[in-house]
């Protein structure tokens, strides 16, 4: 049975939603699923817009069967050669031997490697701004490379203002019936994965999200639809989306608030970070979370330290180090171009207490523009009593840094 949804006139989604896969390129957990989306425009000729993951293949060659009627395919776009978006292409091409793959150089080169049989003379390679007819559709194309593969290219129609957005503008989350932006409570239900997934995904690539929105600035009147490769159709608010987007990119919090991340074994780091968090509310700060670094899947505190402006780092030492998965916490904030946030440090130990040391060195020498607080607090073993004032001051130091 077909499930597809009509994006505007002749243009239908044909994607596929996925709640099997646990976690999406091996290693970011997506328990509410996640869609692979495909597009065919359906006007004088007939065009796929990018296929599907293997997982979505038999789902997404029913729907484009059913929305064809009958037709030939004449030509497939290919804006992203990443598996979970072109590995059905080859089951698309061996139905429909006549299409003409529409790629960029880079994205042809790629086929080869993963061992796509494409055909010379179907493939047509386009450059960046060129416009191509097809049928009664003008289609044109702008590269954004590292966006999130040095391929990746967008395009849009020109005809019906759709843009096919590839990973750009993509979520987490399965659509679950639904498809378009105003047909869900964003805010509540989607913003977060959203943010979970571009900030995992190509967090690390900000000035290259940044250079392709200012290159769509000149065609951004033309677009009405953009329909990414993953999760919603967006057909109003563009605004909204880009203002997340250029926080995200621009490494600047979307909030003013505090995420205190703890590293603990026995559970007295872990009473600090609390004990922090009280104080904190207890002088009338505002969002404030806890989150044990050792059981929550880092993509969700890469995502939080995208959002707020204040981070508490609290870690116990482990063999004169970082405790291994604070730093590795670290590594990755690092690996994603974490930068401008402010940071305080908590840190314990036994007999030798090196964790506040080392976090603040690999703060300030291995990350960008990180501002680390000067009040320490340091534990032996476990906070005493008398350590009280330590405490507050240094939620009134987060306090202070806070304004403005
Ligand atoms: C394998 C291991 C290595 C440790 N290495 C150090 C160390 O190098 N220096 C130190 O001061 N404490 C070290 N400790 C002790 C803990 O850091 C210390 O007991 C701390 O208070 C534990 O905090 P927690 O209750 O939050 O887990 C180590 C503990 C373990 C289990």
Redesign the pocket.
Do not use: P, V
């Given at each position: 049975m077909h499930v597809v949804r009509e994006v505007t006139d002749q243009l239908t989604w044909i994607g596929a939603n996925d709640h099997r896969l646990t976690l999406f390129e091996n290693i970011h957990p997506i328990p509410e699923g996640v869609s692979y989306n495909s597009y065919v425009l359906t006007g004088e000729k007939t065009v796929l817009f990018d296929t599907v993951d293997w997982d979505a293949c038999r789902q997404m060659l029913e729907n484009l069967e059913y929305v064809l009627d009958g037709r030939d395919l004449d030509y497939i776009v290919v804006n992203h050669w990443e598996p979970d978006h072109a590995a059905s292409l080859q089951e698309v091409i061996t139905k429909y031997p006549n299409a003409q793959i529409i790629g960029n150089t880079k994205g042809f080169q790629l086929a080869e490697q993963f061992g796509f049989q494409i055909d010379e003379d179907k493939k047509i390679v386009v450059n960046e701004g060129d416009v191509i007819d097809v049928g009664d559709h003008k289609l044109t194309f702008l590269f954004m490379p590292m966006v999130h593969w040095p391929e990746a290219m967008v395009t849009l129609d020109l005809t019906n203002g759709a843009l096919f957005s590839a990973d750009a503008f993509g979520s987490f989350k399965a659509l679950d019936g639904k498809l378009f932006n105003d047909e869900v409570n964003y805010d509540r239900d989607w913003l977060d994965e959203n943010r979970r997934y571009l900030t995992n995904i190509v967090g690390k690539y900000g000035p290259h999200i940044r250079k392709i929105l200012k290159k769509a600035e000149p065609v951004l009147d033309q677009i009405k639809f953009i329909c990414p490769l993953h999760g919603l159709v967006w057909r109003n608010d563009f605004g909204y989306l880009l203002d997340k987007y250029n926080h995200w990119a621009s490494y600047e919090p979307e909030e003013k608030g505090v995420t205190i991340v703890y590293a603990?074994?026995?559970?007295?780091?872990?009473q600090a970070a609390q004990a922090l968090a009280a104080k904190l509310c207890e002088l009338g700060v505002e969002n404030v979370d806890v989150f044990d670094v050792s059981n929550t899947h880092v993509s969700y505190l890469i995502a939080e330290v995208f959002k707020k402006s204040h981070l508490v780092l609290a870690s116990?030492?482990?063999?004169?180090?970082i405790f291994p998965v604070m730093l590795s916490f670290l590594e990755d904030m690092k690996a994603l171009n974490v930068q401008n946030r402010t940071v305080a440090v908590i840190e314990?130990?036994?007999?030798?207490?090196?964790s506040g040391d080392l976090i603040s060195e690999f703060l300030d020498e291995q990350m960008k523009t990180m501002t680390v607080l000067n009040d320490r607090l340091t534990?032996a073993?476990?906070l005493k009593d008398g350590q009280e004032e330590e405490l507050d001051g240094l939620a009134l130091s987060i306090k202070e840094s806070m304004r403005g």
């Open positions: 603990s074994m026995y559970g007295n780091t872990e116990c030492t482990y063999n004169l180090g314990n130990g036994s007999w030798a207490i090196r534990i073993s476990r």
